[in-house]
Each structure stands twice: as C-alpha cells, then as structure tokens.
Nanobody, 125 residues
Framework: QVQLVESGGGLVQAGGSLTLSCAAS????????MAWFRQAPGKEREFVAF????????FYADSVKGRFTISSDNARNTVYLQMNSLKPEDTAVYSC??????????????????WGQGTQDTVSS
C-alpha cells in the first residue's frame, strides 16, 4: 500500500504560480514513478506530468510544457508540481498517482496503482 496526500492547491490569478506537493508513505520503495493528473469540471481526467523515482526522467503534457515543472525529493518521499504562468484553463482538481509496476506508458491513468484525494486549483481571469 502507498498513501498519497496532496497539498498546496488554492485560488490564484491568471499569470500567477502555485506549487503542489504530494507526500507518499507506505511502500514507497516499490514506486517506479509518480505523476500528476488533473480533471476539470465536465471533462475527462488529463495527464499532466510524470517523474521516475530516481528523478532523472520527466515527461509533460503539451498543454503544460514550459510552464509546469515536476520534481521529487526522495528523502522526504515527496513529489512537487511547480505551476507558473497559470491560465484559467488550468483550473481543475489535481491528483498525484504512484506507479509500482511495469507499464507500457506512464501517460495514462490506468498505469497507476495508487491515487491521492486531489486538491482544487482555481485560476481566475
């Protein structure tokens, strides 16, 4: 079991920044990768970014590339999502997820085994 707890969401104006944190506990030594997904009202869940557990491989959705940065602090078992130049269309519930097995692609929610409860981020125009 891996428990994930997100924090750092909130309300920000367009052009502003937010940093999300995802603290992992439990079987973190079995984790291969961590990711952030988001879901806006009335829309399907969307991949945002992933990072492998060693932190040397990252991948971003085109919609956030150049604006968002995913990073990890293994000593703290925490993954971060630094979000800059936020746009109203970034408004969503952001959830972190943990992958503990081999997966064909880490861009899909079905590749992840554990999920956090989510944190609401709202970007006002």
């Amino acid at each position: 079991q891996v428990q994930l707890v997100e924090s750092g969401g909130g309300l920000v104006q367009a052009g502003g920044s937010l940093t999300l944190s995802c603290a992992a506990s439990g079987r973190t030594f079995s984790t291969n990768a961590m990711a952030w997904f988001r879901q806006a009202p009335g829309k399907e869940r969307e991949f945002v970014a992933f990072i492998n557990w060693s932190g040397d491989t990252t991948f971003y959705a085109d919609s956030v590339k150049g604006r968002f940065t995913i990073s990890s602090d293994n000593a703290r078992n925490t993954v971060y999502l630094q979000m800059n130049s936020l746009k109203p269309e970034d408004t969503a519930v952001y959830s972190c997820a943990a992958n503990l097995r081999v997966a064909a692609s880490l861009r899909y929610g079905r590749s992840y085994d554990y999920w956090g409860q989510g944190t609401q981020d709202t970007v006002s125009s």
